[in-house]
């Protein structure tokens, strides 16, 4: 891997964006790119490897071990990486089927995850826009129930559908409410029956 890609993967385990990465390094977004082209200065990648926490050295591709900064004497501190399956997609407009096929996997810190069973989902669509975006892999932690305004991955349609929305309970029916205005509320009842199966804790766009 390149420097570059290596710096993705390291602020895709976060949940963070290049630009977030650039930010707390205090560097432009744009210096980060001509890396693509020329070596980075020390000083650059210096406070970009501390701001991921691994060494100059992983970076640069002198090593394939994540290689941590000496100075971090408590490896139990060490917040490691596991590789989390991505489930297919799910609608965020209208349902869609969502595969149960492992699609690839996304690696993710594990000091961040709920203990539970947790999976990766790519959104299809725009109706909970702008808080998720079309082609954004929202994290979903297994659970069947969900609190109001939470936002839940629920199976629809004897369970071959499956879309992303936020939930609201009310009496005997729950609302599965879009973010995106232009989209209509779906509501679930004893006619139109539907299965939550997991509450969205984390959203990652595309690099």
Not at 15 to 43: D, F, M, R
Request: charged share 25%; proline share 6%.
């Amino acid at each position: 891997m390149t420097t570059i890609e290596r710096i993705k993967r390291l602020a895709r385990m976060r949940g963070w964006s290049l630009q977030l990465v650039a930010q707390k390094a205090g560097i432009g977004i744009n210096n980060i790119y001509t890396w693509n082209k020329k070596t980075p200065s020390t000083k650059s990648l210096d406070k970009v490897a501390k701001v991921l926490g691994v060494s100059i050295d992983y970076l640069l591709g002198n090593t394939d071990k994540l290689n941590y900064p000496n100075d971090n004497k408590d490896k139990s501190k060490v917040n490691e990486a596991v590789d989390l399956p991505i489930l297919g997609s799910i609608a965020c407009g209208k349902p869609i089927f969502a595969e149960q096929n492992v699609t690839g996997y996304f690696p993710t810190l594990k000091n961040d995850l709920p203990s539970g069973d947790n999976f990766w989902l790519k959104c299809d669509g725009d109706s909970m826009d702008p808080t998720i975006k079309n082609g954004a892999y929202v994290l979903i932690h297994y659970q069947p129930e969900v609190e109001n305004g939470d936002i839940a991955a629920v199976l629809l349609n004897d369970d071959e559908d499956a879309t992303l929305k936020r939930i609201s309970t009310q009496k005997d029916q729950t609302v599965l409410i879009p973010d995106n205005k232009q989209y209509p509320p779906i509501i679930l009842n004893k006619d139109n029956p539907g299965k939550i199966i997991g509450k969205a804790i984390r959203m990652q766009s595309e690099l």
